[in-house]
């Protein structure tokens, strides 16, 4: 059973930086791209950032330039928050796709306010 653990959330200013982790637990067959959404209150379920198997990396434009994300391990990526702002208050949860299914994290809280 693939399991996907988000850790990293929290409280934090506008303008300070959260880091984000996504951890997998069980057998992955072939990632084929890690991902993160996010999910505000009342507002629908949005992609925020992807990194593929073979890293290439994209970012919905709200976000470009001041998030990263990347691989940590084989099975496990890092979202990087810089400049953080009151919008992207979320609850922020991993994606995995896999050649066999795809899985979701039970996400983490994320608050921006001063």
């Known amino acids: 059973q693939v399991q996907l653990v988000e850790s990293g959330g929290g409280l934090v200013q506008p303008g300070g930086s959260l880091r984000l982790s996504c951890e997998a637990s069980g057998t992955i067959c072939n990632i084929r791209a890690m991902g993160w959404f996010r999910q505000a209150p009342g507002k629908q379920r949005e992609f925020v950032a992807q990194?593929?198997?073979?890293?290439?990396s994209n970012y919905v434009d709200s976000v470009r330039g001041r998030f990263t994300i990347s691989k940590d391990s084989a099975k496990n990526t890092v979202l990087q928050m810089n400049s953080l702002k009151p919008e992207d208050a979320a609850v922020y949860y991993c994606?995995?796709?896999?050649?066999?299914?795809?899985?979701w994290g039970q996400g983490t809280q994320v608050t921006v306010a001063s």
């Open positions: 990194i593929s198997s073979v890293g290439v």
């Open positions: 994606n995995y796709r896999t050649c066999a299914d795809e899985y």
